[in-house]
C-alpha cells in the first residue's frame, strides 16, 4: 500500500511542485507586507502631531479640490494621533453616477466584507486609489495604488501567477493537489518500528548531504504538515467558489451579512445628511478607544451612514464591528461585534489572519514566515530524493564491469 502512495507523493509533487514552491515562497513575503511597506515609506503613514485634527468634512472637502473629479468612499481614521488619515477614492464614472437603491445595498454590502483589505480581482484594475493625508493640514501626503507597488506583483504571483483567471485556476489545483501530498505524505511518514519512529523525529545535522537533505523533507515535513494544510485548505476558500460553499454548507451556515438597515424617510424641516464627525462622535459613545473607525457615507437617501472599527482588544485584525446610522437623525440603527456574528461570518473574518499567520500577531506571523519558507524546500527536497534513488535503481541494475586479465593468468 506504501508503494501506491509513494508513487502518488510523487507524481502529484512533480506535477505541482513549482507552483506550491512558488506560491510558499511568495506567501512568506506577504507575512510582513503590512510591517514593511510601513517601514519604507514612513512619511505616507505617520505625521508630526501639531495641535487639533482638522473637522473630517473639512479634510474631505480638501482631498477632492486636490484630487479633481474624484469622490470620497470611505475615510479612515486611527486613535494614533500620529497616524495620517487613509481616504478611498472613487474615480471615473463611479465618481459622478448617481447610483439606485439596489445599486447601493450592493455597494453597501460589498463595503462590509470584513476581515482587512478587499482582494484584488485577477486582472489589471484602474482607479481604486488611496489618498494619505495629514489629519492636521487636511494636505495630501501621497495619492497611493496598490495595483502599482512591487508587493502587488508579488501578490498576484502568489494568487494568480502574473495569468490573470487562468494562472488562478492553475495555484487552485496545485492548492488542491498541495492537500493529496500532504496527506500522502503523513502515511508514508507513518513509521513501523519504534527505532524508526525517533529517526524521523530528528534531523541528522551531521550526516551527508543525502542523508540531509532526507531528514529535511521527511522529518521537517511531518512538523510542518499540519499548518501548511491549514494553509493550502484556507487558499483554496479564494481560489474555489463552489469550495467555500461546500465548506459553509457542510458547516450548516451562511459568510453573508445581514441586510443592512435603510434610513427613515428624509424629515421635511431638515433633509441635510449628517457629518463624518457627528457619525464619528456618535460610534465613539460606543466604543471610545477602537484601533480605527472606517466611516462610508450613504450614496442615496435610503442608505444608512456606516462606520466599522476595529475593537483594541479584538481577538485578530478581521474581528471587526459595525453600526449603522439614520443618515439624517445620526440614531445608530443597528450595531453588530464580531461576536454577535452568525458562525459563518466569523468564519470568513477568521480566514484571512488564520492564512498570513496575523491570527495572534508577530509570534504567529514569525511562525507562518518559517512554515512558508519550509513549504517551498520541500518540492525541491523531494525532487532531489526522486533523482538519487533514480540514480541507485541504475546503479544496481548496470552489469559489473569485467577486469581485464592479469598477464599470468592468460599465460
Known amino acids: 500500500m506504501k508503494v501506491f502512495f509513494r ?5 502529484l509533487g512533480l506535477a505541482a511542485g513549482l507552483v506550491i514552491t512558488i506560491s510558499c515562497l511568495t506567501g512568506s513575503l506577504l507575512v510582513f507586507e503590512k510591517e514593511l511597506t510601513e517601514a519604507f515609506n514612513h512619511s505616507r503613514y505617520y505625521v508630526q502631531p501639531a495641535g487639533e485634527r482638522m473637522p473630517l468634512d473639512q479634510v474631505a472637502a480638501l482631498v477632492k479640490q486636490q484630487v479633481p473629479g474624484a469622490g470620497i468612499s470611505r475615510i479612515q481614521i486611527y486613535a494614533d494621533p500620529s497616524r495620517t488619515l487613509q481616504i478611498s477614492l472613487e474615480e471615473g464614472k463611479k465618481a459622478g453616477k448617481k447610483e439606485t437603491k439596489g445599486e447601493e445595498r450592493a455597494g453597501e454590502k460589498k463595503g462590509r466584507k470584513e476581515g482587512g483589505p478587499k482582494e484584488a480581482a485577477p486582472k489589471k484594475e484602474k482607479g481604486g486609489r488611496t489618498v494619505f493625508v495629514n489629519p492636521y493640514t487636511g494636505k495630501v501626503v501621497e495619492l497611493y495604488s496598490y495595483q502599482q507597488t512591487f508587493y502587488y506583483q508579488i501578490f498576484s504571483l502568489h494568487r494568480w501567477l502574473l495569468a490573470g483567471a487562468t494562472g488562478k485556476m492553475i495555484t487552485g489545483i496545485s492548492t488542491l493537489i498541495f492537500l493529496f501530498i500532504l496527506i500522502t505524505g503523513i502515511v508514508l511518514w507513518w513509521p513501523k518500528t519504534r527505532n524508526i519512529f525517533r529517526q524521523r523525529l530528528k534531523v541528522k545535522w551531521d550526516g551527508g548531504w543525502k542523508r540531509l537533505n532526507h531528514d529535511m523533507h521527511i522529518v521537517l515535513g511531518f512538523y510542518a504538515a499540519i499548518f501548511l494544510f491549514v494553509a493550502a485548505f484556507t487558499g483554496l476558500i479564494w481560489s474555489f467558489e463552489w469550495f467555500s460553499k ?17 434610513s427613515a424617510p428624509a424629515p421635511v424641516e431638515n433633509n441635510k445628511t449628517i457629518s463624518y464627525e457627528v457619525a464619528l462622535a456618535q460610534v465613539k459613545q460606543q466604543v471610545p478607544d477602537a484601533v480605527y473607525y472606517s466611516l462610508m457615507a450613504p450614496k442615496d437617501t435610503a442608505a444608512s451612514f456606516m462606520v466599522s472599527l476595529l475593537p483594541a482588544n479584538a481577538l485578530h485584525e478581521g474581528a471587526t464591528s459595525s453600526y449603522y446610522l439614520d443618515q ?5 440603527l443597528w450595531s453588530q461585534t464580531f461576536a454577535q456574528r452568525n458562525l459563518g461570518q466569523q468564519i470568513r473574518g477568521t480566514i484571512k489572519p488564520l492564512h498570513t499567520g496575523a491570527i495572534f500577531g508577530t509570534p504567529t506571523k514569525i511562525f507562518a514566515l518559517i512554515i512558508a519558507l519550509l513549504g517551498g524546500t520541500f518540492p525541491i527536497t523531494g525532487t532531489i530524493m526522486w533523482i538519487n534513488r533514480t540514480m541507485k535503481k541504475k546503479k544496481k541494475k ?3 564491469v569485467p577486469r581485464e586479465a592479469s598477464a599470468e593468468q592468460l599465460a
Do not use: N, Q
Request: no cysteine; aromatic share 10%; net charge positive.
Open 7 to 11: 508513487r502518488i507523493h510523487l507524481y
Open 246 to 262: 461546500g465548506m459553509y454548507a457542510a458547516l450548516g451556515t451562511s459568510p453573508k451579512a445581514t441586510e443592512a438597515p435603510v
Open 328 to 332: 439624517f437623525s445620526g440614531k445608530v
Open 398 to 400: 548496470s552489469p559489473p
